[in-house]
T-cell receptor, first 110, second 115 residues
Framework: DAKTTQPPSMDCAEGRAANLPCNHS???????VYWYRQIHSQGPQYIIH???NNETNEMASLIITEDRKSSTLILPHATLRDTAVYYC???????????FGSGTRLSIRP | DVKVTQSSRYLVKRTGEKVFLECVQD?????MFWYRQDPGLGLRLIYF???????EKGDIPEGYSVSREKKERFSLILESASTNQTSMYLC??????????????FGPGTRLLVL
């Protein structure tokens, strides 16, 4: 079973920030939080990951709460090309299974 | 940029045929993975490999085998294809330095239809 909980769907206006929440209340101390997205009919694409501190890259920002039981992925200026299913995953080691849950289907409206 | 390629985007096979799905990565990654993705079931791990000639079963290995003769190539084999193996197959790889938090890089997927 996936160790994360995400809303099944969200929508956001083009040009606005999209904030995607994720609950991972059973995360252990050495597990990372990863975000991937999957655009229709393509393979999943890595977005960002973090352990304790907030992280930012050219695609998104990741905000992890102090107790690490939840996180938020922020797409600062959503575009139509950001329409995808977004997966929040917790994972420890490289060779262990990555369990993808159902994800959040993000729709961007013009 | 990491590149993971899969031999076919779409494949149609008949029941009972032997099917080979090939995956190649160009970043000298240690670990490679095969998943299948089905509506409502998400991604499920079939097999993974952490070194040449090494393999580990994932959650749903039945009906599948794998081969890793070279570091860059990981093959998924359906010994005798069945209709319940119709699915999207995704290959992934990562560097393999355990404990540092490792991103998996995915290929574009192969959509297999077994008639």
């Amino acid at each position: 079973d996936a160790k994360t909980t995400q809303p099944p769907s969200m929508d956001c206006a083009e040009g606005r920030a999209a904030n995607l929440p994720c609950n991972h209340s059973t995360i252990s101390g050495n597990e990372y939080v990863y975000w991937y997205r999957q655009i229709h009919s393509q393979g999943p694409q890595y977005i960002i990951h973090g352990l304790k501190n907030n992280e930012t890259n050219e695609m998104a920002s990741l905000i992890i709460t102090e107790d690490r039981k939840s996180s938020t992925l922020i797409l600062p200026h959503a575009t139509l090309r950001d329409t995808a299913v977004y997966y929040c995953i917790v994972s420890y080691s490289s060779a262990s299974k990555i369990i993808f849950g159902s994800g959040t289907r993000l729709s961007i409206r013009p | 940029d990491v590149k993971v390629t899969q031999s076919s985007r779409y494949l149609v096979k008949r029941t009972g045929e032997k099917v080979f799905l090939e995956c190649v990565q160009d970043m000298d990654h240690e670990n490679m993975f095969w998943y299948r993705q089905d509506p409502g079931l998400g991604l499920r791990l079939i097999y993974f490999s952490y070194d040449v000639k090494m393999k580990e079963k994932g959650d749903i290995p039945e009906g599948y085998s794998v081969s890793r003769e070279k570091k860059e190539r990981f093959s998924l084999i359906l010994e005798s294809a069945s209709t319940n193996q119709t699915s999207m197959y995704l290959c992934a790889s990562n560097l393999g330095t355990s404990g540092s938090g490792e991103t998996q890089y995915f290929g574009p997927g192969t959509r297999l239809l077994v008639l």
